[in-house]
Structure formats: structure tokens, C-alpha cells
T-cell receptor, first 113, second 111 residues
Framework: DTAVSQTPKYLVTQMGNDKSIKCEQN?????MYWYKQDSKKFLKIMFS???????INETVPNRFSPKSPDKAHLNLHINSLELGDSAVYFC????????????FGPGTRLTVT | DAKTTQPPSMDCAEGRAANLPCNHS???????VYWYRQIHSQGPQYIIH???NNETNEMASLIITEDRKSSTLILPHATLRDTAVYYC????????????FGKGTSLLVTP
């Protein structure tokens, strides 16, 4: 059983398009996250949700909109994609909001052409 | 959260112990030291964490100095599959959530 899953694994799209990445965790965790890893391999937090409520929004452009339909799912929708959005996006979850122990998904490699 | 400093890269022979250092001289009393690793093209993986005492689990041991200004992650018998980037992160126990991954240490285990 996969603990944290993401779909799709790869996403290639053109500038200006809108796309979504889905994340699901079957660990019963309360808190979920989106991280972005750029071409230089730096991994940075984008959003954090706790029980479907937004906790962190780290100066991410408002073209990025996370949505949490329930605490097991945290989806990421991106409008008007730009070349600079090309990166690997990782979803993660933790038992609680104070969770330093986070479980990461396999990542979604987004390429914007 | 306190800043951590790690060497950019290290080598280790297969079967030997890999000792990965981390400096966190500004760590505060309620900050834990967490270690993660990222194997190429995979998501980060939690390894171990500690506050003051040394910790051991099935993956590794964590040695924290008495003044808590530095720590060492020990992989007792490194294998080729341990080749990865290792991250040392200080996490506030009251508001853990966002993990601030730095540059980490790229560990290469050689045959």
C-alpha cells in the first residue's frame, strides 16, 4: 500500500495552460503539504493544510491554488503555467501540525514548454 | 528555526560506517534535530530525530553533543543504496510543519 501517492508522475504542458496535481494519503494524518524542488534541487515549502484548513502559504503566486476536499487529499491547481513553474512537486503528510516526521510522495515532474 | 550547516559532499566505502556531521549552533531549547535523506528522483525520506539524547533506530543512530550545537548521523554499515543527499533540519516542537531543507550533504557510497 502506497502511503502518499501523487498523480500524475510526469506532466508536460505548454505555457498558459491550467493543470492539476492530485495527492492522497492513506495514513490517517491530519496535515498535508506541498513542496517544490527546483532545478537547483532546493526543496521549499509551498502550502500546508491541517484538517482541510490552510495553515501555511509561503509567498506562492496566486496562480497556485491548493484544494483539500477532505483531510486525506490535497490537490494543487496551477493556472496560466509559466516556464519557471517547471520543477518537481512533492506532496507530504504528517500525523499532526507539529509533525517534523513527514512522509513524502514520489513527486510530480512538471515541465512547461 | 535554527540554521544548520553541513558539508556539501562525503564519500564512504561500502560496509564502513558513514558519519555525517551537522552544525546547529543557534538551536533553541524546543527545537529538535531531524534527519532526512533523498535518494535520486525520489521523495525525501525521514530517518531519525532527537532533542538531547542519542537516538537509534533500524536505519541509523543520531549523536547530539551535550551543548546541542552539533550532531552526527551514523549509518553503521553503509550500502550502495545509502547513496543520497542527507538533510539535517532543526524543527520547532511547537510549530513543526514546514521543513526548511538546506543544501544537505551528498553522500556517495563506493564499492
Amino acid at each position: 500500500d502506497t502511503a502518499v501517492s501523487q498523480t500524475p508522475k510526469y506532466l508536460v504542458t505548454q505555457m498558459g495552460n491550467d493543470k492539476s496535481i492530485k495527492c492522497e494519503q492513506n495514513l490517517g494524518h491530519d496535515t498535508m503539504y506541498w513542496y517544490k524542488q527546483d532545478s537547483k534541487k532546493f526543496l521549499k515549502i509551498m502550502f500546508s493544510y491541517n484538517n482541510k484548513e490552510l495553515i501555511i502559504n509561503e509567498t506562492v503566486p496566486n496562480r497556485f491554488s491548493p484544494k483539500s476536499p477532505d483531510k486525506a487529499h490535497l490537490n494543487l491547481h496551477i493556472n496560466s503555467l509559466e516556464l519557471g513553474d517547471s520543477a518537481v512537486y512533492f506532496c507530504a503528510s504528517s500525523l499532526t501540525m507539529a509533525g517534523g516526521e513527514q512522509y513524502f510522495g514520489p513527486g510530480t515532474r512538471l515541465t512547461v514548454t | 528555526d535554527a540554521k544548520t550547516t553541513q558539508p556539501p559532499s562525503m564519500d564512504c566505502a561500502e560496509g564502513r560506517a558513514a558519519n555525517l556531521p551537522c552544525n546547529h549552533s543557534t538551536i533553541s531549547g524546543n527545537e529538535y534535530v531531524y534527519w532526512y535523506r533523498q535518494i535520486h528522483s525520489q521523495g525525501p525520506q525521514y530517518i531519525i530525530h532527537g532533542l538531547k539524547n542519542n537516538e537509534t533506530n533500524e536505519m541509523a543512530s543520531l549523536i547530539i553533543t551535550e551543548d546541542r550545537k552539533s550532531s552526527t548521523l551514523i549509518l553503521p554499515h553503509a550500502t550502495l543504496r545509502d547513496t543520497a543527499v542527507y538533510y539535517c533540519i532543526a524543527v520547532n516542537s511547537n510549530s513543526g510543519y514546514a521543513l526548511n531543507f538546506g543544501k544537505g550533504t551528498s553522500l556517495l557510497v563506493t564499492p
